[in-house]
């Protein structure tokens, strides 16, 4: 299992990335002012800035969810700025779990066949081995009983470890996090949070989670402050929050 | 390729379980659509059936009969000279097809052919005791005659046999001169009469033609036209029944005869006809423009309905194409399942309609059924269909920026 990736590989990086909305309108706005960014395989980094600084903007250009306007982005060296949508639909497939804030699943679905979804986008049939491999993560994050659920039947603390499972039930180098614990409460929220760096922990998928919350920013290993469309900040945390983040696996710090 | 659309009918299947309502009522009204189609269809196929029937059932498809005679005008005038010339046209006399011998046995080769029926047919006169009645004498050979207006179907009393000597009659015919089958009459002609014993009588489905026809062996009426190895014309029947007025066409131009198909002989009810197909085609075109849009309308609400959704997918890595495909899919289940639903719709009308429509004598008044080919075909045409309807909300669906469809 895990990322077949050696650690500290560049696995992301972005050049010069502007992001322009309504070009050629009046109300035309620059959000993303040329800003570079680099991730490495195997890292937990923290996405933090207020509203309107342009995280969730990054997060999509990252995601190939959203173009950006101009610059460079290359995903293990794959260069991925001139490929059409379908090409950037099987990369996305191939190379990135997702979770987000809300309407994480999809409601049709139990919880089992949220977290098998991906299987069936890409094959058009879940195996039985697939259904093993999900009920594996789905066990993982504690969920063994509510494999059959559908979402609203699940708390959101629940819904969003659904969605965790699912973001890394194709093994990709790299998940991306939306605010992921932002709508829950104190509790659930640590609990998600930690599930995440175990993941981390055990898998060695690379993570890069959007978040409003200092708490949480303080226990990743690299916290990446946007401020007006700019990175303004770029650090390693000290090493005693992630110690406390992840005191049973005992893996090494973040450089 | 054994998981083609593997995705695409899963996620479709479950979009349309969860939207049960808008589901159900989508195919409640392609259900009526396909219904109403169907029934319509099978109604006026059953109505044009029983009208061809009755009033082509006792008639061949083409008849084949001598030039008129005309009076050749002098000859060509010379050039500049005016010539004023008032042409009496001539009375018809009773002539025979020339050479139908040899005419007969080619026609039937034919492969459009399906029976050659030669005739000897003129006026004349019934008589028994004192009442007369003028009528129409068909002289024929029964069994070719029975091939191409299937005679023997049409007796209602007495056996169809004609032996020399022997008459079958229409019952409107008998009910005047009062004759029952086995008895006897005398046929009268300008210059001959004979006796002849009525072997049957026939209905031919039209009350004038009950009164006044009378048929007679071929050579029976050879002689009482004064004919002897003449036929007055030649009956046929075609394969295919519109097939006839261009086998008319044909032959009119190959040989010197007069050839008049049905369709020329009763041009009104062709064109009534065409007139119920274009109204039926035009009622048909209409309610598929209807189910057309009322899949429609639903599937573009579900797709806005399911942007979240869709965007969830498309982060998940599900393509434009499958996105547009699972959109597709639920036109095409929508389009399927409503026309079967309409097929027994029509199944359950056609079958009350045959239950409690029925004729003065209590019988139902013409035959319907749902053709298999029929039903197959509008079930098919409506699936088509729906995926057709499904086309804008598709794109619409895969159009959609997932990003924008997740933040909302």
Redesign the interface.
Same mark, same amino acid.
């Given at each position: 299992m895990g990322a077949p990736v050696a650690k500290g590989q560049p696995l992301i990086a972005l050049r010069d990335v502007r992001k322009c909305y309504n070009i050629g309108q009046p109300n035309e706005a620059e959000v993303l002012h040329g800003l570079s960014l680099q991730v490495d395989s195997g890292e937990f980094v923290a996405l933090i800035g207020p509203s309107g600084s342009g995280k969730?903007t990054l997060l999509?250009i990252v995601?190939l969810?959203?173009r950006m306007t101009s610059g460079g982005y290359t995903i293990q060296g794959e260069e991925v700025q001139a490929l059409d949508?379908?090409a950037l639909?099987?990369r996305?497939?191939?190379t990135l779990g997702?979770v987000?804030q809300f %309407? %994480?699943?999809?409601?049709?679905?139990t919880a089992l066949e949220n977290v098998t979804?991906?299987f069936?986008?890409?094959?058009? %049939?879940v195996t039985g081995k697939d259904n093993e491999h999900a009920r594996g993560l789905l066990d993982a994050v504690g969920l063994s009983k509510a494999m059959d659920k559908r979402p609203f039947e699940l708390s959101g603390g629940m819904q969003q470890r659904v969605a965790i499972a699912?973001a890394l039930v194709l093994d990709p180098p790299l998940v991306l996090a939306d605010e992921p614990t932002g709508n829950l409460d104190t509790a659930s929220s640590d609990e998600v949070f930690v599930l995440l760096r175990r993941m981390h922990a055990e898998r060695g998928t690379s993570f890069v989670v959007v978040t409003h919350d200092p708490r949480l920013a303080a226990r990743c290993d690299r916290v990446v402050e946007l401020v007006d469309g700019l990175i303004a900040r770029d650090e390693p945390v000290a090493p005693p929050a992630a110690e406390i983040s992840h005191p049973r696996t005992g893996s090494s710090p973040a450089p | 390729m054994g998981y083609w659309l593997g995705f695409e009918v899963r996620v479709a299947v479950r979009f349309l379980r969860e939207g049960r309502l808008q589901t159900v009522l989508i195919m409640v009204g392609v259900a009526a659509g396909v219904a109403v189609i169907a029934y319509i269809s099978a109604l006026v196929t059953g109505l044009q059936e029983n009208t061809f029937n009755k009033t082509l059932g006792g008639q061949p498809h083409v008849v084949l009969r001598p030039l008129d005679d005309v009076v050749v005008a002098a000859g060509a005038a010379e050039p500049g000279a005016q010539r004023l010339t008032d042409t009496q046209p001539r009375a018809q006399r009773l002539r025979s097809v020339g050479n139908w011998q040899s005419v007969l046995p080619l026609l039937e080769r034919m492969p459009e052919v399906a029976a050659v029926s030669p005739m000897v047919g003129g006026g004349g006169l019934a008589l028994r005791g004192e009442a007369t009645q003028s009528i129409a004498l068909a002289g024929v050979d029964l069994d070719r005659y029975d091939r191409v207006v299937r005679l023997r179907e049409k007796v209602v009393a007495g056996v169809a046999s004609l032996a020399p000597g022997e008459a079958i009659i229409g019952t409107e015919l008998a009910s005047d001169l009062g004759v029952r089958p086995g008895d006897r009459m005398t046929l009268l002609t300008g210059t001959v009469s004979e006796t002849v014993r009525v072997t049957a009588l026939v209905d031919l489905g039209v009350r004038e033609l009950n009164r006044r026809t009378v048929i007679v062996p071929l050579r029976l009426a050879q002689s009482l036209f004064s004919l002897p190895g003449g036929v007055t014309n030649i009956d046929m029947t075609m394969v295919d029944v519109w097939g006839a007025k261009q086998f008319a066409t044909q032959l009119r131009a190959q040989y010197p005869y007069q050839v008049e198909s049905w369709q020329e002989t009763n041009a009104q009810l062709v064109s009534a006809l065409n007139a119920q197909s274009v109204s039926t085609g035009l009622i048909r075109a209409i309610v598929l423009v209807v189910v057309v849009l009322g899949i429609a309308s639903v599937l573009v609400v579900s797709v806005v309905q399911k942007r979240r959704e869709i965007g969830i997918l498309r982060a998940m890595g599900a393509t434009r194409g499958q996105m547009v495909r699972v959109f597709l899919v639920q036109g095409g289940i929508v389009g399927a399942v409503g026309s079967l639903i309409g097929l027994v719709l029509a199944l359950l009308m056609i079958w009350l309609f045959t239950m409690f429509v029925r004729g003065s004598d209590g019988a139902p008044l013409f035959r319907i059924v749902l053709p298999l080919a029929l039903a197959v075909q509008t079930a098919l045409v409506a699936t088509v269909c729906g995926v057709l309807a499904a086309i804008a909300p598709a794109r619409r669906a895969a159009s959609m920026d997932p990003a924008q469809a997740i933040r909302i």
């Open positions: 969730s999509n995601g969810l959203e949508d379908t639909t099987l996305r497939r191939s997702f987000f %309407h %994480h699943l999809l409601p049709a679905f979804m991906p069936l986008i890409r094959a058009g %049939h699912r | -």
